[in-house]
């Protein structure tokens, strides 16, 4: 069906940056809504960002004015670029889509296996 392959992630900084990307492959209509999320230790997986074919684009509050969303409809890839990042954010990141697989299909929600990205000094 779909499969959604992260990469980008890593031992970062205090204040540094990483680039996370997400492609996805299989029998795939068209990609309605590419997003990221994270999930710490402990904690709920929360949204961090989406964006729409169009690139309508929203963030979680915390992450506006640091992090950029980013897609390649041709290439059925969505980026993460984050900086400034903060210990806080250590987390697993995952990346989800809505996807159709055929001409009137219904919309499908899709999981990436998740990259660790790791802020420490």
């Known amino acids: 069906q779909v499969q959604l392959m992260e990469s980008g992630g890593g031992l970062v900084q205090p204040g540094g940056s990483l680039r996370l990307s997400c492609a996805a492959s299989?029998?795939?209509?068209?990609?309605?809504?590419m997003g990221w999320y994270r999930q710490a230790p402990g904690k709920q997986r929360e949204l961090v960002a989406a964006i729409t074919r169009s690139d309508f684009t929203t963030y979680a509050a915390s992450v506006k004015g640091r992090f950029t969303i980013s897609r390649d409809n041709a290439k059925n890839t969505v980026y993460l670029q984050m900086n400034s990042l903060k210990p806080e954010e250590t987390a697993v990141y995952y990346c989800?889509?809505?996807?159709?697989?055929?001409?009137?299909?219904?919309?499908?929600?899709?999981w990436g296996q998740g990259t660790q990205v790791t802020v420490s000094s």
């Open positions: 299989g029998s795939i209509f068209s990609i309605d809504l």
């Open positions: 989800n889509v809505l996807a159709r697989l055929g001409v009137g299909s219904q919309v499908t929600g899709y």
